[in-house]
């Protein structure tokens, strides 16, 4: 990245360091490394000196902020340069420019030199308006159709006195609403005070039902959840809403924002004969202009402000679900379940090759029950199968019960299953990187042998499924791509260079994802490794074509090579700190061999001894921290969750069971928790904990196994209420089969705004809400296609069962 314009580099750094609370020699130092092409994995992994340990949630902030300000300065020098074209470049008005300190201040200052098509104030200008548009702002004392009379031209299209004061107020118009410090003001004061309300459009009601909580709605701006501004937003976009930007609330009279803009400008009502019509000159500007400039300014605003927490949230959860504890080298059966076109299953080995694929029918309408678990004990015991993975879509619970069956036939077997989620797995089976990693093989195939890799490492296989197609996020697809693309890159490239990547067995894309290498070089490494065999040392690495001492210097402490050359390739101690471990080795009188894993020799030793010029204390004690336990996965061990016996379908819950679940997702407002059921509960917020939960995240995370009680089951509308709160009282029966909702609310919160039928409503508080999805975005809160999102929405019955399907 380059930095334009004429204002130095060393400002940028020190802002982004005081906003990071850091000093701004550490900034300096990773904006050269970025800049260098450093990757954020690598410059926190392998400079810590360099940046005297900004680790990488630091960096990352940093980054993003180092492109904002630059695209600032990119927009800073091109505005100056326009301004000075103009020549109307004053002292003070380059002052303003150079101090702006964010893109919307920038543009306020520079909207009255912004080149536009002739307005109507500047045709007033033409026609010789200005000195009546100054004389009477300057003095009201003039009787404005008086005034206007000396200023009648029809040659210059003034044909009357009314027509020279509508000039003036167009001229006086476009001033107010385009001073600077005055928009800034108000837009502030807009945002504090102001609020966002809706209302469903005429005949409406049915067909937007699953709007219903915004038929009439309004709350203030800085008290809006993403999740609700994102509903409204498609609320309004699927024309079921219509929305308002109201400044502050209702109130009789002028708008104080008027009063503001008068006192400005020394406008006062003191009776003399110009006063009501500059007040009404204000109000003009006011309605016509200002209001309407903000109003598209705050509505930009809130959907940024939404759109950033949405991707934060799909970022943390597509963290956890990359992270997530893998099963590791173990022989594994995947089912894809599913009903008439039957259970597809494919047998993977210890290495995740594909070593049998079948179609089994146990299930309606074939029900070929008995020959279908035959068929799989033949295929368990043939490939020594350890571990079961069975699909959580359709038929899931049937297959589950299939797969049980299985192990109680055949304890010989030692079996194990498991419920994974095939979020995106229709996506992978149909991809092209698929059909070249399996080309003989059928799309509905495919499938299975991605559930199955799925459970033996989550990581290695996700990453070959575009990260939005995983959609463990909420109205993703409403959110700029280009933010979302990047924010989820940057969370695939942490959490692969954080685990290490075998290169011995990688796939491209899993490669494509390491420090420094792009998918042309990942191909290029698998090529060489196929022409020539298995990698037996990192240095082999440099005879891959393409791959120079950049690149290497990037990837090569993230790539592992087990049982190579060298023990120290298996690690992750980059390879230009060996000597440091030589030094070690030296000091010790061990081989390379023996030093590795013996923890008491390594403890023994003083990291400030093998410090130099080159490595700091900081590297060093990553040397040894990775000596201890070489190539160690960050990620947790791997558990399952147990599924109660006898509860298979909505009908066998009833308020107040307590069981074992698994955590499906986390949006703003709660958690999705899968039960076994065939429909995800979803936890409220507010039935997350006894104290205050500001963020579901700090609760539970998607893949958490959980125990849940369940306060509250709706079966005809499929909607589960839970609680992680086992002492919370569940619900009594109540008419109809529903139970009542209750037990984990706060106190009731109303609504404002709130009118007719609503009202009824009004005792529910939010935790009471649980069953109705806790998101005041509808019953049938939307969610996108091809997302984990929209089938725990489905499964918990708040999307309809066609919407979104795969």
Not at 6 to 23: D, K, N
Not at 232 to 250: A, Q, T
Not at 536 to 553: F, H, I, W
Request: aromatic share 4%; net charge neutral.
């Amino acid at each position: 990245m380059t930095t334009p314009g004429s204002i130095e580099v060393g400002s940028i750094e020190g802002r982004i360091a005081e906003e990071l609370g850091v000093r701004e020699r550490q900034v300096k130092a990773a904006v050269e490394l970025l800049d260098g092409g450093s990757t954020v994995p690598f410059i926190a992994r392998y400079r810590k000196e360099a940046t005297e340990m900004l680790d990488d949630a630091q960096l990352r902030t940093l980054e993003e902020r180092l492109r904002y300000l630059r695209e600032l300065e990119e927009r800073r020098t091109a505005i100056l340069e326009s301004v000075r074209e103009q020549g109307k470049l004053t002292e003070e008005l380059e002052a303003q420019i150079r101090s702006a300190e964010t893109k919307a201040r920038l543009e306020d200052i520079y909207l009255p030199y912004k080149p536009k098509r002739r307005t109507k104030a500047q045709i007033a200008r033409e026609a010789g308006l200005e000195p009546l548009a100054e004389g009477l702002l300057g003095d009201p004392a003039v009787e404005p159709l008086a005034a206007a009379a000396a200023f009648v031209d029809a040659d210059k299209g003034v044909a009357d006195p009314q027509a020279a004061l509508d000039g003036a107020r167009a001229i006086l118009t476009e001033r107010f609403s385009e001073d600077a410090d005055l928009i800034g003001e108000v837009r502030e004061r807009m945002w504090v005070r102001g609020r966002l309300a809706a209302k469903v459009k005429d005949g409406k009601e049915e067909a937007g039902a699953k709007f219903a909580d915004y038929f009439d709605f309004a709350e203030p701006f800085t008290e809006l959840p993403s999740h609700r501004i994102l509903a409204m937003l498609r609320g309004e976009k699927e024309e079921v809403l219509d929305l308002v930007l109201e400044p502050e609330e209702p109130v009789e009279g002028p708008s104080s924002y008027e009063g503001i803009i008068a006192h400005r400008f020394g406008i006062t009502d003191r009776g003399r004969p110009a006063d009501k019509w500059l007040k009404d000159t204000v109000r003009w500007a006011w309605r016509t202009r200002i209001l309407v400039h903000l109003g598209i300014d705050l509505r930009l605003r809130l959907r940024t402000a939404a759109e950033d927490e949405a991707v934060n949230v799909f970022a943390a959860n597509l963290r956890d679900l990359l992270l997530a504890a893998p099963a590791g080298t173990r022989a594994t059966l995947g089912l894809d379940p599913g009903f008439r076109t039957g259970v597809k299953v494919a047998v993977v080995d210890a290495t995740g090759k594909v070593v049998a694929t079948d179609v089994i029918y146990p299930h309606v309408p074939a029900n070929k029950w008995d020959e279908a678990i035959a068929k799989l004990a033949r295929l368990a015991k043939e490939h020594t199968v350890d571990l079961i993975a069975i699909g959580n879509g359709t038929a899931s619970r049937e297959t589950d019960k299939l797969a049980g069956e299985l192990i109680s036939r055949h304890p010989d077997l030692k079996l194990t299953k498991v419920m994974v989620s095939e979020a995106g797995a229709s996506v992978y089976s149909a991809s092209q990187y698929a059909s070249q990693e399996l080309p003989d093989m059928d799309v509905s195939l495919r499938g299975a042998v991605s559930i199955a890799r799925r459970l033996q490492d989550p990581l290695a296989e996700l990453v070959k499924i575009d990260p939005k197609s995983i959609g463990v996020g909420q109205y993703q697809h409403d959110l700029s791509e280009v933010k979302l693309s990047r924010s989820l890159d940057a969370v695939v490239e942490d959490c692969v260079n954080g685990v290490g990547v075998d290169v011995n067995t990688a796939s491209v894309p899993l490669l494509s994802r390491v420090s420094g290498i792009s998918s042309g070089l990942a191909e290029n490494i698998v090529a060489h490794r196929d022409a020539n065999g298995p990698f037996t040392s990192r240095s082999e690495l440099k005879k891959v074509a393409r791959l120079g001492p950049k690149a290497y210097e990037q990837c090569a402490g993230f790539l592992r090579i087990r049982d190579g050359v060298d023990p120290l390739d298996a690690s992750s101690v980059h390879p230009e700190a060996y000597p440091v471990v030589r030094r070690m080795v030296k000091t010790t009188g061990q081989q390379v061999a023996s030093l590795v894993g013996n923890t008491g020799v390594l403890r023994s030793l003083r990291p400030a001894d093998f410090v130099d010029d080159t490595f700091g204390l900081p590297t060093v004690s990553d040397i040894l921290k990775e000596l201890e336990k070489p190539g160690r996965d960050p990620r947790p061990a791997f558990k399952t969750a147990t599924f109660k016996e006898g509860v298979e379908k909505i009908s066998d819950l009833s308020a107040g069971m307590v069981l074992e679940g698994v955590v499906t997702n986390v949006a703003a407002f709660g958690a999705f928790v899968d039960v076994g059921v065939h429909q995800d509960g979803l936890v409220h917020v507010s039935a997350m904990s006894k104290t205050f939960v500001k963020d579901p995240r700090d609760v539970v995370k998607p893949g958490d196994i959980v125990k849940v009680k369940v306060l509250d089951v709706d079966i005809p509308r499929k909607r589960i209420a839970l609680t992680l709160r086992l002492d919370d009282e569940a619900a009594a029966q109540g008419q109809g089969g529903r139970q009542q909702r209750g037990g984990a609310g706060r106190p009731p919160q109303q609504r404002q705004g709130q009118s007719g039928g609503q009202g009824q409503r009004q005792g529910q508080g939010q935790g009471q809400r649980q069953s109705r999805g806790g998101d005041r975005g509808g019953r049938q809160a939307p969610a996108p296609a091809n997302s984990a999102m929209a089938d725990a929405l489905r499964r918990a019955g708040l999307l309809n069962p066609n919407d979104g399907r795969r």
